[in-house]
């Protein structure tokens, strides 16, 4: 007697009454567990390459700022009769402690979030944000008070470097700031699930560069430039 096999049997029936094909079940996604957020969690590889990604870019911002410092000490050098002291406005020191308190801020609310604590990151990480912001704002007012002391970009080669290393630092505040309202707007939406935890961990490293940075660049306008 002869055997149906899979050859015989007519198109039609394979796909069915609707001429659609069958539908299969999905297979599990690793045993049910799952983000408490809803997302399954990416990659490893997607973490270590969003850490390496960052730490290229510190490198790139480090050996930018080393250029222009090293211009700036090679032109002082060169004729230090065109190179007149400018006095710092007093804000640029509230404005040194504001960002090393919204530092501290976003590093706490990082390691709340490995905590599951997620009411009080959401909070400090406002809180970080918000000082961020009021560090670019200080900054502006301190532009001014030295403008209106007539200390300008031209005219004076020692005001002029400070000009541009500090606005080349407020540039890369409002990128890294940026990244921190994403993470912001990503809590408040309960959507911060492993990939934005990456986020919030390659925000936070970054913000403490900037730190380290901008401390740097005030130990130069006070002790040298």
């Known amino acids: 007697m002869a055997t149906l096999t899979d050859n015989d ?3 039609s029936e394979l796909l069915g009454d609707g001429g659609q094909p069958p539908i299969f079940p999905e297979p599990p ?19 270590s390459a969003a850490v390496i990604g960052i730490f290229v870019m510190m490198c790139a911002s480090t050996m930018t700022f080393s250029a222009l410092v090293s211009a700036m000490i090679v032109r002082r050098g060169l004729n230090r009769t065109d190179w007149h002291h400018i006095p710092l406005p007093s804000i640029l020191w509230w404005n040194t402690l504001i960002l090393l308190v919204s530092s501290v801020a976003l590093d706490t609310a990082r390691r709340q979030l490995r905590k599951g604590n997620r009411t009080t990151f959401n909070r400090l990480w406002t809180a970080g944000a918000v000082m961020g912001t009021w ?32 606005w080349a630092h407020a540039a890369h505040v409002i990128g890294a700031l940026g990244a921190v309202l994403y993470v912001e ?11 934005g935890r990456t986020w919030v961990d390659v925000s936070a490293i970054f913000w403490h560069f900037l730190d380290l940075l901008w401390l740097g660049l005030m130990a130069l306008f006070v002790f040298w430039a």
């Open 9 to 11: 049997i007519p198109l």
């Open 135 to 166: 560090f670019l704002i200080g900054q502006i007012i301190a532009w001014y008070q030295l403008e209106a002391g007539g200390f300008r970009l031209v005219g004076n080669l020692n005001s002029a470097f400070f000009y541009v290393l500090t």
């Open 29 to 47: 996604n690793g045993g049910g567990g799952g983000d408490p957020d809803g997302h399954r969690p990416p990659p490893g590889n997607s973490r």
């Open 185 to 195: 707007y990503r809590a408040l939406q309960f959507k911060l699930g492993p990939s």
